[in-house]
């Protein structure tokens, strides 16, 4: 799956099935869903998404502007703290885990 097939399922309001817990709470993020966004991204808890649910949790706590929050999520997911746009720094999530996942 490419970035823009994962935005295209957005636009049609249509989950894909079978995505890893972080890349559903992308998908939650960019559809709205705050709320729902987050509370996936703090399920992830498996040894090889851990590091990923840590980033989308950086990246969602930088979305509600709690910067200090998300600096805690970055170091956890061993991430250097995005400072750029909010756009680059989702569809930069998004590829590399579409890239590992599909």
């Known amino acids: 799956m490419t970035v823009e097939e994962f ?3 957005i636009a049609a309001g249509r989950e894909p099935a079978g995505l890893p817990l972080a890349l559903r709470a992308l998908w939650w993020a ?3 869903d ?3 966004a987050h509370a996936l991204a703090q399920q992830e808890k498996t040894p090889d998404g851990a590091r990923d649910g840590a980033w989308v949790h950086a990246y969602l706590h930088r979305v509600e502007g ?3 929050n998300a600096g805690y999520w970055y170091r956890l997911a ?3 703290g995005h400072t750029g746009a ?3 720094e989702w569809r930069e999530i998004v ?3 579409l890239n590992r996942s599909f």
């Open 66 to 68: 709690d910067l200090a």
């Open 95 to 97: 590829g590399e885990m």
């Open 30 to 32: 960019r559809s709205g």
């Open 78 to 80: 061993d991430r250097a």
């Open 86 to 88: 909010l756009e680059a």
């Open 34 to 36: 705050w709320d729902q």
């Open 7 to 9: 935005e295209a399922s």
